[in-house]
Nanobody, 120 residues
Framework: VQLQAYGGGLVRPGGSLRLSCAAS????????MGWYRQAPGKQRELVAT???????DSAESVEGRFTISRDNAKNTVYLQMNSLKPEDTAVYYC???????????????WGQGTLVTVSS
């Protein structure tokens, strides 16, 4: 199983970016999918999560600016980021709880990270 994240880049303050993360491999099912971020010198923090049924949760710092969504048919999670601020600069990682075709247990998988830089 692999998670491939993409969509990061350099954007000016106030701009927008859309991140995508696709899961592939021997997947039987996916429960929660989410995005985390890690800024230089800081710990990794939760940005937003979404269940297979579409229920979402997000950090207070991004509420009203970031929207998480998913396409269950494509095993893909998205993060629409609007009104970006310099403090949003970080490496963004996707995460998913995945059950493979091998057994009944769900395990957490991580993507490789994509860098988002907000700067003028």
């Amino acid at each position: 199983v692999q998670l491939q994240a993409y969509g990061g880049g350099l954007v000016r303050p106030g701009g927008s970016l859309r991140l995508s993360c696709a899961a592939s491999g021997n997947i039987f099912g996916i429960k929660i999918m989410g995005w985390y971020r890690q800024a230089p010198g800081k710990q990794r923090e939760l940005v937003a999560t979404i269940t297979s049924g579409g229920s979402t949760d997000s950090a207070e710092s991004v509420e009203g600016r970031f929207t998480i969504s998913r396409d269950n048919a494509k095993n893909t999670v998205y993060l629409q980021m609007n009104s970006l601020k310099p403090e949003d600069t970080a490496v963004y990682y996707c995460n998913a709880d995945i059950r493979t075709t091998i057994g009944p247990t769900y395990f957490p998988f991580w993507g490789q990270g994509t860098l988002v830089t907000v700067s003028s």
